[in-house]
């Protein structure tokens, strides 16, 4: 097996012949058990995954008709339930949490025939973009394991650049599949905002999380999301779709597509490096016939405040139930009251107990409409600014993160510094729009991520821009 064969040279080596599900799955859990010791992408493995492709072999050679992803190892976030599976969100509250049923999505990856391989590590309740906050230790990044691989979805990210699967899910609140993609050199689609149902995802923000697909290609993102996309009675958030034609991969050219590059991505703090490999990714669109067109998001400057005050107030809200009584880790206090505050202040680590104080303080009388109704006004100007860009441009592209993958440590300890590092992904969280990140080369020796940004449902776009960026580049 190469070392990260795609979803699509597994589906054909299953459809002739040259290997078994058995034998697939089996070489990803014996990779994990030698080389996840080091990076910590995956929190547990499933040893009935082996039965599982054995029984997807014997339906194969009976000649039974097979689902679509047939015979596929998949890792799963932390955050997302599979029945009978700890599910923690990387917290100590849910430490042995056992999921009492299974995510939509996990349910529909299952009937297409995909062979759920573990669960991933990921920042405590998604909050963060390093994956540090775990309260099961950090994730490192298989391309340099003294560096973060990015987070929330670091363990997805890592894993599947380490080649412990072909794709992992993610959920991305404010990046937290793109940005891990981005530092870890991979592919990741955060999808529309009700793409995907979020049945089954531990709820952060509910107005701004979504499930999506990290792997390594776009051509897998695209097979992975045909598969968990669509509507579901048990989100009233999701959407009814058509299906889309699928992208090609080799014949699609970028003749009159209009891209637009905003004016304010490119500032000051960024990377040089990092500003180089984007702009040589603009020039390749171009030469394939792009026309590119300065375009401005003038509330971009009002992003980060913004999300950091919608984000923990809903977050706020949805941990209120994590209250030792219900679900998971429980301090035995005097009465309730200290049960309930031993409980949380026990459980939950420092990040996660900032957000809530925040939360709760932006939520409060004589406060909220300072700042939680402010914050829904400017998002409503931040979504106006994408809806009149995308009057003139069919996509929008700029780098997914400010900087390359950091040292581990480097601000683990500085709240603001890490929240800086989402400048590029929470906008489209707060207008509900899909980013995809694709790799586009590397800087100082680590890998950076092109995001491709599009108008609410406009997936396919960002599948076709994304192929072209995956094509060789001609000599
Ligand atoms: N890094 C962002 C945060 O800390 C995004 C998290 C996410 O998308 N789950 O909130």
Same mark, same amino acid.
């Not at 480097?410 to 489209?428: C, Q």
């Given at each position: 097996?190469? @070392?990260? !064969? ?47 492709? *054995? ?7 009976? &000649? ?8 596929? !190892? ?38 297409? &025939? ?5 669960? @991933? ?20 990044? !298989? ?7 990015? *987070? ?6 890592? #894993? ?14 404010? &990046? ?40 390594? @290609?776009?051509?897998? #993102? ?24 699928? #992208? ?8 009159? $597509? ?27 669109? +171009?030469?394939? *016939? ?9 509330? /971009? ?48 680590? #420092?990040?996660?107990? +900032? ?21 829904? $006004?400017? +998002? ?28 581990? *440590? ?14 590029? /992904? ?14 586009? &080369? ?29 094509? !060789?580049?001609?000599?």
């Amino acid at each position: 097996m190469p @070392t990260n !064969p795609t979803i699509i040279s597994l589906l054909s080596s299953y459809a002739n012949k040259t290997s078994s599900a058995v034998e697939v799955v089996s070489d990803y859990l014996k990779q994990i058990q030698e080389k996840n010791g080091e990076l910590n992408a995956v929190l547990s493995t499933r040893e009935e995954a082996i039965d599982e492709a *054995g029984a997807i072999d014997e339906a194969r050679a009976s &000649g039974k008709e097979m689902g679509p992803l047939a015979g596929i !190892p998949i890792l799963i976030k932390d955050n997302i339930l599979v029945r009978g599976q700890k599910a923690c969100g990387g917290s100590q509250i849910l430490e042995n949490y056992i999921a009492a049923y299974s995510a939509t999505v996990v349910e529909r990856l299952v009937a297409a &025939g995909a062979i759920i391989l573990g669960r @991933t590590n990921m920042d405590e309740f998604a909050m963060g973009s390093s994956t540090e906050s775990s309260h099961f230790g950090p994730t490192k990044n !298989p391309v340099d394991p003294t560096r973060v691989p990015g *987070g929330s979805s670091g363990g997805s990210a890592a #894993a599947v650049a380490a080649g412990f699967a072909p794709v992992a899910l993610g959920s991305d609140t404010g &990046g937290s599949i793109r940005q891990p993609a981005s530092l870890c050199g991979i592919v990741g689609l955060k999808p529309t905002y009700g793409r995907v149902s979020r049945f089954g995802l531990m709820s952060l923000s509910s107005s701004l999380d979504v499930i999506g697909p990290m792997t390594n @290609t776009v051509e897998d #993102a695209e097979l992975v999301m045909s598969v968990i996309e669509g509507s579901d009675v048990k989100d009233a958030t999701s959407h009814a779709l058509l299906r889309l034609e699928k #992208a090609k991969t080799d014949s699609d050219t970028m003749k009159g $597509k209009r891209i637009g590059v905003p004016r304010e991505y490119f500032i000051d703090g960024m990377d040089a490096e990092v500003r180089a490999r984007v702009e040589e990714s603009i020039d390749r669109l +171009r030469e394939q *016939g792009a026309i590119f067109k300065e375009i401005s998001l003038p509330m /971009t400057k009002y992003a980060l405040e913004t999300y950091y005050v919608i984000m923990p107030a809903e977050a706020s809200s949805n941990l209120a139930r994590y209250d030792g009584v219900r679900y998971g880790f429980s301090a035995t206090g005097a009465d309730l009251t200290e049960t309930y505050s031993m409980t949380r202040g026990e459980g939950f680590g #420092a990040e996660v107990k +900032r957000r809530i104080l925040v939360g709760n303080f932006t939520l409060s009388a004589g406060y909220s409409d300072a700042y939680y109704h402010k914050a829904l $006004k400017v +998002r409503r100007l931040i979504a106006d600014d994408f809806a009149k860009a995308f009057k003139d441009v069919d996509v929008i592209v700029g780098p997914t993160s400010p900087s390359v993958a950091w040292k581990i *440590g480097e601000k683990f300890n500085d709240p603001i510094a890490m929240y800086l590092s989402d400048i590029y /992904t929470v906008s489209a969280n707060l207008a509900g729009i899909p980013g995809l990140s694709v790799p586009c &080369g590397l800087a100082h020796g680590l890998p950076v991520g092109l995001q491709i940004l599009g108008p609410h449902f406009g997936e396919r776009e960002l599948y076709r821009v994304g192929n072209i960026m995956e094509r !060789p580049l001609k000599k």
